[in-house]
C-alpha cells in the first residue's frame, strides 16, 4: 500500500516563501517508483480542488498551473522518495490545504483528481496579506 505523508505548511505573509515535502513509503520496488507521476494539488474552503504541479518521475518532465508558473518549482529526491514544492512570491489566493498526490499509470490528463490513486493527508498554507 502506497501512502503519501505531506509537510511544511504553515502561515506566512504575502512575499514569503515555504516548502513542502512529500515523502512516498510503501513501494513495492524501485522501478515501479519510476513510473509514477507526482502531482500537488489544494482546496481552498468552499472550492474544488485544484491541479497545481506535476512532475512525471521518468522524464522529469513538469507541469504547472498557469498561475503559479514563475513562483513555485516542483523537484524531487529519489533516494528519499520525496517530491518538493517550493513555493515562493506567495499570494492570499495561494491559500488552501496543499495535497500531494501519485498517479501509478499516469495517461497525461494531469489536471484530473480521479487520475490520481493516491492522495496525502493534505497540509494547509495560509499566506496573510
Known amino acids: 500500500q502506497v501512502q503519501l505523508v505531506e509537510s511544511g505548511g504553515g502561515l506566512v505573509q504575502a512575499g514569503g516563501s515555504l516548502r513542502l515535502s512529500c515523502v512516498v513509503s510503501?513501494?513495492?520496488?524501485?522501478?515501479?517508483?519510476?513510473?509514477?507521476?507526482m502531482a500537488w494539488f489544494r482546496q481552498a474552503p468552499g472550492k474544488e480542488r485544484e491541479f497545481v504541479a506535476l512532475?512525471?518521475?521518468?522524464?522529469?518532465?513538469?507541469v504547472y498551473l498557469e498561475s503559479v508558473k514563475g513562483r513555485f518549482t516542483i523537484s524531487r529526491d529519489n533516494a528519499r522518495n520525496t517530491v518538493f514544492l517550493q513555493m515562493n512570491s506567495l499570494r492570499p489566493e495561494d491559500t488552501a490545504v496543499y495535497y500531494c498526490?501519485?498517479?501509478?499509470?499516469?495517461?497525461?490528463?494531469?489536471?484530473?483528481?480521479?487520475?490520481?490513486?493516491?492522495w496525502g493527508q493534505g497540509t494547509q498554507v495560509t499566506v496573510s496579506s
Open positions: 498526490a501519485a498517479d501509478i499509470f499516469y495517461g497525461g490528463r494531469y489536471d484530473d483528481v480521479n487520475e490520481y490513486e493516491y
Open positions: 512532475m512525471e518521475w521518468s522524464s522529469s518532465s513538469t
Open positions: 510503501g513501494v513495492a520496488s524501485r522501478r515501479t517508483f519510476s513510473n509514477y507521476a
